[in-house]
């Protein structure tokens, strides 16, 4: 099973992918994980990668489709793959399709998780994350045991670089530029695309997810 989880940032993808990932035995499939990963290794990539990134905007095409097709490659015994804030664009889209292809497998669904530009601001400013495993909490809606402090693995939590209120209006605008229109170049494929209320209590959002996803 492969499916593709769009929406807007902080709209619940990560939250909801890795939910789905353990429900199905897929692999998540994070763009955005993966370039934090290589930012905070400091490799060449990472390097390259974090200028668009600390200003929001998206990476180069070539970057990104280099990084899923190794991160494929490195799982090809996977049931299946949960591809989160990828693609974003119509080459990648394309991208994608290609690698797909290359193995066999078929592009099973599209969901849309669907949150308004105020909620998102409120969500994005009550983020933190572990910057050792990846873990993400929110002030609000999902805090930490220990307030500042990691659950599963005692970190301190940090915000994201990304999460300013600056950043994170030009990251709004890209979504709907570049990344939105996407939504239409698959309504025009055989892939169902779902449209979810992603303004709701993660449990529904994702007992709804389960109703709509093959398997
Ligand atoms: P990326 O890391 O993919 O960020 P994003 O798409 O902006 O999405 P986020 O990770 O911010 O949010 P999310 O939807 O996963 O929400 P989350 O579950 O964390 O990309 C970052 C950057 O990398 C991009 O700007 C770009 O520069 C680059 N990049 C990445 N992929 C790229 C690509 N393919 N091409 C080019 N460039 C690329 O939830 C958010 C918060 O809300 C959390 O605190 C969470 O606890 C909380 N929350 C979640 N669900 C709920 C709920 N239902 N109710 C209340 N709170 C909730």
């Known amino acids: 099973m492969n499916l593709i989880l769009f929406g807007a940032p902080g709209a619940g993808k990560g939250t909801q992918a890795e939910l789905l990932a353990r429900r199905y035995g897929l692999v998540r499939l994070s763009t955005g994980d993966l370039l934090r990963d290589a930012m905070r290794e400091g490799t060449e990539l990472g390097r390259e990668a974090k200028r668009y990134y ?3 905007e ?3 095409d070539g970057v990104i489709l280099g990084m899923v097709r190794e991160t494929m490659q490195g799982a090809a015994d996977a049931a299946g793959f949960i591809f989160d804030g ?3 664009t119509v080459t990648q889209a394309e ?3 290609a690698l797909l292809d290359d193995v066999g497998q078929p592009l099973d669904a599209v969901v849309v998780l669907e949150v308004d530009d105020e909620e998102i601001v409120r969500r994005l400013g009550a983020r933190l994350s572990c910057p050792q495993c990846g873990a993400v909490y929110n002030r609000d809606s999902n805090p930490p045991k220990e307030e500042g402090i990691c659950d599963r693995c005692g970190t ?3 915000q ?3 999460d300013r209120p600056e950043t994170v209006r030009r990251r709004l605008a890209v979504y709907r530029d570049q990344t939105a229109p996407l939504i239409g170049f698959y309504e025009q494929t055989d892939t169902p695309v779902h449209h979810v209320n992603g303004d709701r209590a993660v449990d529904e959002v994702q007992s709804e ?3 709509l996803i093959p398997g």
Request: aromatic share 4%; no cysteine; net charge positive.
């Open 160 to 162: 994201r670089e990304d």
């Open 209 to 211: 997810l389960r109703r």
């Open 95 to 97: 991208g994608l399709q």
């Open 58 to 60: 998206l990476v180069p």
């Open 54 to 56: 600390d200003a929001g």
């Open 86 to 88: 990828f693609p974003r």
């Open 156 to 158: 301190p939590l940090t």
